[in-house]
């Protein structure tokens, strides 16, 4: 089955710096690899994804990038903000059930 | 107007006892899923489901049986709940399987004493 690993497993930032999380996936079937944003006590919520026909993808703040032959991939966000601390998944899918990475804990100082 | 709604949000009950946790989701979706979050807050797939019919089943006990009665809802039945068996369970729908966004639903925390 699919092994996702994530790193780092918590990040702290100071307000308005950048932030990059990056995951290696196992299987190279997978096609898709969505980030999913989670606060405490809260689902996970999707802020970006990406599928394998692409390399790279940003909506605003927020970019991702995949390197389809290395297996890896990295959520990147810039001009960081308070509201950004959450944890941070990763996950990889082919065609169906998402396996996800351990998570990244961001803290964002003001 | 709730996408993907669970009942109950929490649960706490004895060893042993036998609990079912509902899913249900209005969005039209034809999949829905089962994702257990333990305490460590690894997110981990349990069941996948696709028009009433189970496609995945990640190795998971026995003792946990979904149903699907219809393609909006997806109920998880536990029996003889452990301690190991405490953890936050999410439903999550998507239309198809393949490339597609997953709707989480708000989860429902289990505490086993």
């Known amino acids: 089955g699919e092994n996702v690993e994530q790193h780092p497993s918590t990040l702290s930032v100071q307000e308005g710096d950048s932030a990059v999380i990056k995951c290696t996936y196992s299987?190279?079937?997978?096609?898709?690899f969505p980030w999913y944003k989670q606060e405490l006590g809260k689902r996970p919520q999707l802020i970006i994804d990406?599928?394998?026909?692409?390399g790279e993808k940003k909506d605003q703040r927020i970019a991702v990038t995949l390197n389809k032959t290395a297996k890896h991939f990295s959520l990147h966000i810039t001009e960081t903000q308070p509201e950004d601390s959450a944890v941070y998944f990763c996950?990889?899918?082919?065609?169906?059930?998402?396996?996800f990475g351990s998570g990244t804990k961001l803290n964002v100082k003001p | 107007d709730t996408a993907v709604s669970q009942t109950p949000k929490y649960l706490v009950t004895q060893m042993g006892n036998d609990k079912s946790i509902k899913c249900e989701q209005n969005?039209?979706?034809?999949?829905m899923y089962w994702y257990k979050q333990d305490s460590k807050k690894f997110l981990k797939i349990m069941f996948s489901?696709?028009?009433?019919?189970?496609?995945i089943n990640e190795t998971v006990p026995n003792r946990f049986s979904p149903k699907s009665p219809d393609k909006a809802h997806l109920n998880l039945h536990i029996n003889s709940l452990e301690l190991g068996d405490s953890a936050v369970y999410f439903c999550?729908?998507?239309?198809?399987?393949?490339?597609?966004?997953?709707?989480f639903g708000p989860g429902t925390r289990l505490l086993v004493l």
């Open positions: 969005l039209g979706h034809d999949t």
């Open positions: 996950a990889a899918s082919n065609r169906g059930p998402f396996y």
């Open positions: 299987d190279s079937a997978s096609n898709y």
């Open positions: 999550a729908s998507s239309q198809g399987g393949n490339q597609e966004t997953q709707y």
């Open positions: 489901y696709n028009n009433k019919e189970l496609i």
């Open positions: 990406i599928r394998s026909n692409v």
